[in-house]
């Protein structure tokens, strides 16, 4: 157990995975190398920036297989993954475990809804790297999926779901997504039910791997101290023995929400946990660049930010308030999350509607844009400061595949946003009239209401 | 070539590459009025990271005043007068940087990330409210309600969060690790403005700090910004905080704690010295090792034997910090899996240890333990948070910023019997505390509030 400082007012981590790119000046992006890109033998798309600072490399693997794939076997996709580094081959767990930490290497995998990776951070001396870079090519081609392995993780994952059981806030996370997305596959819960996961066989998680973990369904981003040459061996090497495969269709595009919905969720919790959102947009969706910037208005800029001065500041009612837009490769949700203690729940929630709906109709204050602005165009060199951050960044580039100038172009979009661009983006695309609201805390009797259009926040 | 051998050849032949790629060297200087400056030059990207760190946190507080370090900390973005409230952190942002703050047991520390050009943004705003501060009451009273949320968040409604809480207010009896960094909610809900007043005046000054610069920066330039923004204020006359010796432990404790939950939890905690606590400089630096030997990635003891092998855990693992300022716990932790028991579990735990007191762990152990130091340590080049953590930390605990400049050959020299000799003086039974998470349906716990249900009728 070790002591983690408390940080006072954390900004949600946006960056990675969801993590919008940004580029301020012509200086930085002289310092930000460009991107290089090529096709494996296989037809693997690879992503590469050269960082020869330090000795080190960091590569990530991201494929076509999260839990929107899973289909009638939620918790498929992840427990597949998590299995991938637990035997491969004639190599058994341990064997792996000892191939990689004895070399100093790491290696981390997982899953969310649109996609599964697997990582490896490891010394580019080639008598270090180049057993990590075995392990994890095998690992990805040939992994055993062991009985035991199976029976073992699988339980592992029951017990994750007794974790979340006594999560008011993951509570709250998966009854969002549930009423957010209904019918569509993103309703999925990724870490699967007790009922899903114990129906998983050896068969389905063999079958769902031979299906995702192809060529035609993988990406590969690159950062470290590589020569091209030595990058395109090291691409190779990790994923030029994937089979081609098929690549697998894109989700369908979600529905939006037809009415407004309150759900409440009893729970022995002194806070109450509160979440209020719709769908929101895609990842290529015109409209996420004034969405985006309207929103660190809003609720994306720590205590600076409209939420964060009402909610906390204002009235002391909560730690942490904030509103984000997920971009997904379909439509992701559009969320407002706070905490308070049970008995401030209305006043709170009241707050948050008020704020979300003044927001919508008068869009962003001109200063408070442009001040947003200038934090996210001047955040930009932060945010690629390091290995490791721009690893992240080049996964998003990379899963997306997102054009190589995306940077540059991102910039010029976003320093061209107007106020009345920022505002009638967020009317259009924001309905304040038809929100999920979930409450998960103490106290509550469960239920579950429609609402007629127009009542929320009354 | 024997397996064994080969592995320490591999570690003998990391050390070597690791010895070209050592971390840029700190310069090190004093204001007059006792201020410490640290920077550490990295030219990778147009950034910097700049920290000031205070001798200040939950460790230093008295009974009845709990949290306070916290509470202040989080006061300190209320404004001074030239400025106001909120504008602090309005003006970062606005800057494109992003800032925050932590409170440890033994420090409290304020950052901000900037574009390099701005550093002094960051000096001049850090500067101002080291020594003017305003603290209003109503901002007081406001911030305690946060506070009051964050320990809800963070504490009261994480049944392994609660055990661990209790569990180190029962494993330490007079020293103040006893108490958690947030507080009790009784001291949060009760602590004034004068005694925050207080606190802030006692703690914050120059010669009570240590400014940490870390990135894209020359560090004459850092000086002469440090020089201008720091140098005039005054510096206070410190009392040292009051001795915290932990009384000896003369026998296993064990507490249980019963609360909503669906997963059982078990915590061991043995009483371990750090860097500045150890009779022999060595005995931390072993208890590193055998910390890796447990629990140092997926090849460790751990997760070889207790989650893969017996299968008796659903996780478990290890943890030890060589670089707090008093006596700390070593802690072995985790969650039996479904059909095992917490007491399964502590038994797999125990016997672990007790292998570690009997036997010497083997070379081939021991070389991986040396190959993932090794590595981390390029790793950790990569953030400059990080390396300014680090810095911080040694600094502000006493033990000075360079005492882990040689931490990779320290590690190095450490031998299989001297992990067995701590596993044998300090991972005894009389220095254990046990801590086990009984949990209670989640449907069971409070009678419905009034409130709740009178606003359910009115809806």
Redesign the interface.
Known sequence: MRIIPIMSHCKPLLTGILGVLLLLASSLAAAVPPIQNWRTANGVPVYFIPAPELPMMDAQMLFNAGSVRDGARPGLAKLTNALLEEGAGDWSADVIADRLDRVGARLSAGSRRDSAWVSLRSLTDPRYLQPAVETVARLLREPSFAPDAVERVRKQMLTGLQERAQSPGAIAQDAFFTALYGTHPYAIPPEGTVASLNAITRADIQDFHRRHYTAANAVVALVGDLERSAAEQLANALVGGLPKGEAVPPPPPPSPVPASQTIRIPHPSSQSHILIGQIGVNRADPDYYALYLGNHVLGGNGLVSQLSQEIREKRGLAYGAYSAFSPMRQAGPFLINLQTRNDQVDTALQVAQTTLREFTANGPDAQALEEARQNITGGFALDLAGNGKLANYLGVIAFHQLPLDYLQNYLGIMNGITLEQARTAWQRRVQPDKLITIIVGGDQPAQSKPEPAGSTGS | MPESIH?LL?AA??SV?SA??AATPVHEFTLANGLKVLVREDH????VVSQIWYKVGSSYEPSGLTGIS?LL??LM?KGTPDVPG?EF??LI??????E??????D?T?YFQ???KERLELSFRLEADRMRHLLLKPEDV??????????R???T????EALT?EQFSAAAYLTSPYRNP??GWMQDIQSITPDELNRWYRQWYAPNNATLVVVGDVEPARVRELAEKHFGPLPPSDLTSPKPAVEIPQQGERRIVVKT????PYV?L?YKAPTLKTAAAEWEPYALDVLDGILD?????RI??NL??GS?VA??AGT?Y?PT?RLEE?F?L?G?P??GRTSADLERALRAEVARLREEPVGA?EL??VV??????D??Q????FYQGMRLGILETVGLGWSKLDDYVQRIQAVTPEQVRDVARKYLTDDRLTVATLE?LP????????P???V??AIR
């Open positions: 592995k591999i032949l990391l590459a070209a790629f990778r990207a147009p950034v916290h900390e989080h973005f909120g952190s309005r942002a606005a800057n494109g940087g992003d925050n703050a932590f409170t440890s047991r420090y520390a990330t900037l574009e009273a406001k911030e305690a309600q946060v506070v009051a949320e964050e809800r968040l963070r009261d409604d994480q049944p661990q960094i947030i909503p939950a669906e997963v915590a905690g140092g990635g997926n090849s460790g997760s070889r989650v893969r299968q659903a996780a943890g910090s707090s716990l802690v932790a969650n899996a479904p081939d070389a991986r190959a993932q130091v090794v590595a981390a390029v790793y080049q990569d953030s400059m949990p989640l449907d069971g716990r409070r009678p419905p509030a409130d709740a249900a606003d359910h």
